[in-house]
């Protein structure tokens, strides 16, 4: 229904931010609970909430409603096929904060510097797939 | 919560809305409907507009009564059980102001929200709803282009309620279908203004004192004053607003499915067959019993969806689980209904007949039932 995408830009938003769920909870007046429900898509977000979070987080509203396929997304940079979507739902759920680092490493770069790690992890590919034969 | 009594208000309230539902709306009911979608009469919507009950939710600095989402459907309710069209027509009225009550500027809600308070009828109609985007409302193709400051509209809505008729539409656009979520864009549009017109009149199965319409927005110039909320924010917005008319939209069916119910019970006891009333046929004794337990199982849940919304608590759940409730037994009731009352219900002028059309678009409008099931799956 789109929340579950709005969550994991609100958890990606959070975690480049440097707040812990509970110190973002506190700061915006819930629970930890509602926060990692917020982000889990599992309780709606609405729009006064949001607003609050993302003037604390500093993005624009818009930033939580992008429409990103952060599982693919990933996959694809590996060169991997396509998750199916109810696949997708629980490989998503799965992704260690350290991908999600790079990810967010990857989109505060300039163009120039994401071509170059595009073109980092295709030459490490190569090199990993010539090694395992 | 766990006090169901109502306030001295409300009663009083309560009382002075069931003798406007019962005297004035009822009895035109069946005209409406035979009148048809083509031809709006502003009668019923003026009886209300006269004690300010078209628009209850309207907030008391700008004219309203500032009614609280409970004490709304409990109008509701009996509106419904007087005429669902009515009901309807007040829903969409409620539904429209709403992006507006949550998230206008100061000046859209002193120009828009007093209009629906006013003495003088004034309707308003919410256009989200395309040939190709129903469910699906992110994929709306409804384009909103800026240029030097302005912005163009161009597009087609479906489905609009009070179309034609209102006297502000709130629409949503999207300044670029390929942005999904993050691009929809709402507006508030008075009519006249150039560029938007009414389009095909839909002449539908029940509910047909309300019309509703396409509407054709053909490069519609608006500046940014008529904007409604902050950048980006239009897809929360509605979302908010349709969680809020969810429960209000219960309460619509809970009011109809009473009606059947209340029809189809002093049908039973009037009606004698064997040498006795049909009541005494357990079959249709037992019939009534599970509706009117399914009846205050909705009402509950429509109760506790509005408390939820009043409280600024999580509704999202309950608001989906009241209108599923409500539009369900809607349809139970009514079909329940004429078969207790057999052939006579099925003849025109029959109440029954018509609870029967007004009820079977319960389950589609305001997010179909299956859609109500995904929100609530969602959040399992």
Same mark, same amino acid.
């Given at each position: 229904m789109g929340y579950k995408s709005i969550g994991r830009q609100l958890q990606l938003a959070r975690e480049q931010a440097g707040y812990s769920q509970e110190q973002l909870a506190a700061k915006i007046g819930c629970s930890q609970s509602t926060l990692s429900n917020y982000e889990k898509g599992r309780r709606r977000i609405y729009l006064a909430q949001l607003e609050k979070i993302a003037e604390i987080l500093n993005k624009p509203v818009q930033f939580f409603l992008q429409p990103i396929d952060h599982e693919n997304a990933v996959r694809q940079e590996v060169c991997l096929p396509a998750a199916a979507p109810s696949e997708a739902t629980a490989a998503v759920q799965d992704i260690k904060s350290r991908e999600q680092n790079l990810l967010a490493l990857f989109q505060s770069l300039s163009p120039e510097g994401q071509q170059l790690i595009m073109d980092f992890a295709l030459w490490l590919k190569k090199r990993e797939v010539g090694e395992n034969g | 919560m766990a006090d169901f009594n109502l306030s001295p208000e409300q009663e009083q309230l309560l009382e002075e809305f069931r003798d406007i539902a019962l005297h004035k709306i009822a009895p035109m009911a069946a005209e409406l409907d035979e009148a048809g979608d083509g031809r709006f009469d502003f009668g019923p919507v003026r009886v209300l507009a006269e004690h300010n009950f078209l628009t209850p939710t309207i907030p008391c600095e700008y004219g309203?009564? !500032?009614?609280?989402y409970f004490t709304t459907s409990l109008l509701l309710e009996e509106l419904a059980a007087a005429c669902a069209g009515v009901a309807t027509v007040v829903t969409a009225n409620i539904h429209a102001a709403s992006p507006i009550v949550l998230a206008g500027t100061g000046q859209q809600k002193k120009t828009y929200l007093p209009l629906l308070a006013s003495r003088k009828a004034h309707l308003a109609a919410l256009a989200l709803t395309e040939p190709e985007a129903g469910s699906d409302i992110? #994929? $709306? #193709?409804?384009l909103a282009v800026k240029n030097n400051g302005f912005w163009n509209i161009s597009g087609t809505k479906e489905f609009v309620i009070n179309g034609g008729v209102a006297s502000f539409t709130t629409l949503f656009a999207t300044t670029g279908p390929d942005k999904k979520r993050s691009g929809m864009i709402a507006f508030v549009l008075p009519a006249g203004i150039p560029g938007l017109k009414e389009g095909a009149v839909r002449h539908k199965l029940g509910i047909r004192y309300v019309r509703t319409t396409q509407l054709v927005l053909d490069r519609v110039h608006v500046p940014d004053?008529?904007? $409604?909320? #902050?950048? !980006? #924010?239009a897809y929360l917005l509605l979302m908010q607003t349709f969680d809020r008319g969810r429960a209000l939209a219960g309460a619509v069916g809970v009011g109809l499915a009473r009606a059947a119910y209340e029809f189809a019970l002093e049908f039973s006891k009037k009606r004698h067959q064997f040498g006795r009333p049909v009541f005494d046929q357990q079959a249709v004794a037992f019939n009534l019993a599970d509706l009117l337990v399914k009846i205050e199982a909705a009402r509950l849940l429509v109760w506790k969806a509005c408390w939820l919304i009043d409280n600024d608590l999580d509704y999202t759940m309950l608001s989906s689980m009241a209108k599923l409730a409500g539009s369900s037994v809607a349809q139970e009731a009514a079909a329940a209904a004429m078969d207790i009352c057999g052939g006579r219900g099925y003849l025109k002028g029959c109440p029954v007949e018509k609870y029967l059309r007004d009820a079977r678009v319960m389950s589609l409008i305001e997010g179909t039932n299956n859609i109500q099931k995904a929100v609530i799956a969602s959040q399992l």
């Amino acid at each position: 229904m789109g929340y579950k995408s709005i969550g994991r830009q609100l958890q990606l938003a959070r975690e480049q931010a440097g707040y812990s769920q509970e110190q973002l909870a506190a700061k915006i007046g819930c629970s930890q609970s509602t926060l990692s429900n917020y982000e889990k898509g599992r309780r709606r977000i609405y729009l006064a909430q949001l607003e609050k979070i993302a003037e604390i987080l500093n993005k624009p509203v818009q930033f939580f409603l992008q429409p990103i396929d952060h599982e693919n997304a990933v996959r694809q940079e590996v060169c991997l096929p396509a998750a199916a979507p109810s696949e997708a739902t629980a490989a998503v759920q799965d992704i260690k904060s350290r991908e999600q680092n790079l990810l967010a490493l990857f989109q505060s770069l300039s163009p120039e510097g994401q071509q170059l790690i595009m073109d980092f992890a295709l030459w490490l590919k190569k090199r990993e797939v010539g090694e395992n034969g | 919560m766990a006090d169901f009594n109502l306030s001295p208000e409300q009663e009083q309230l309560l009382e002075e809305f069931r003798d406007i539902a019962l005297h004035k709306i009822a009895p035109m009911a069946a005209e409406l409907d035979e009148a048809g979608d083509g031809r709006f009469d502003f009668g019923p919507v003026r009886v209300l507009a006269e004690h300010n009950f078209l628009t209850p939710t309207i907030p008391c600095e700008y004219g309203g009564r !500032g009614l609280d989402y409970f004490t709304t459907s409990l109008l509701l309710e009996e509106l419904a059980a007087a005429c669902a069209g009515v009901a309807t027509v007040v829903t969409a009225n409620i539904h429209a102001a709403s992006p507006i009550v949550l998230a206008g500027t100061g000046q859209q809600k002193k120009t828009y929200l007093p209009l629906l308070a006013s003495r003088k009828a004034h309707l308003a109609a919410l256009a989200l709803t395309e040939p190709e985007a129903g469910s699906d409302i992110a #994929s $709306i #193709s409804t384009l909103a282009v800026k240029n030097n400051g302005f912005w163009n509209i161009s597009g087609t809505k479906e489905f609009v309620i009070n179309g034609g008729v209102a006297s502000f539409t709130t629409l949503f656009a999207t300044t670029g279908p390929d942005k999904k979520r993050s691009g929809m864009i709402a507006f508030v549009l008075p009519a006249g203004i150039p560029g938007l017109k009414e389009g095909a009149v839909r002449h539908k199965l029940g509910i047909r004192y309300v019309r509703t319409t396409q509407l054709v927005l053909d490069r519609v110039h608006v500046p940014d004053e008529m904007v $409604i909320g #902050s950048q !980006g #924010s239009a897809y929360l917005l509605l979302m908010q607003t349709f969680d809020r008319g969810r429960a209000l939209a219960g309460a619509v069916g809970v009011g109809l499915a009473r009606a059947a119910y209340e029809f189809a019970l002093e049908f039973s006891k009037k009606r004698h067959q064997f040498g006795r009333p049909v009541f005494d046929q357990q079959a249709v004794a037992f019939n009534l019993a599970d509706l009117l337990v399914k009846i205050e199982a909705a009402r509950l849940l429509v109760w506790k969806a509005c408390w939820l919304i009043d409280n600024d608590l999580d509704y999202t759940m309950l608001s989906s689980m009241a209108k599923l409730a409500g539009s369900s037994v809607a349809q139970e009731a009514a079909a329940a209904a004429m078969d207790i009352c057999g052939g006579r219900g099925y003849l025109k002028g029959c109440p029954v007949e018509k609870y029967l059309r007004d009820a079977r678009v319960m389950s589609l409008i305001e997010g179909t039932n299956n859609i109500q099931k995904a929100v609530i799956a969602s959040q399992l």
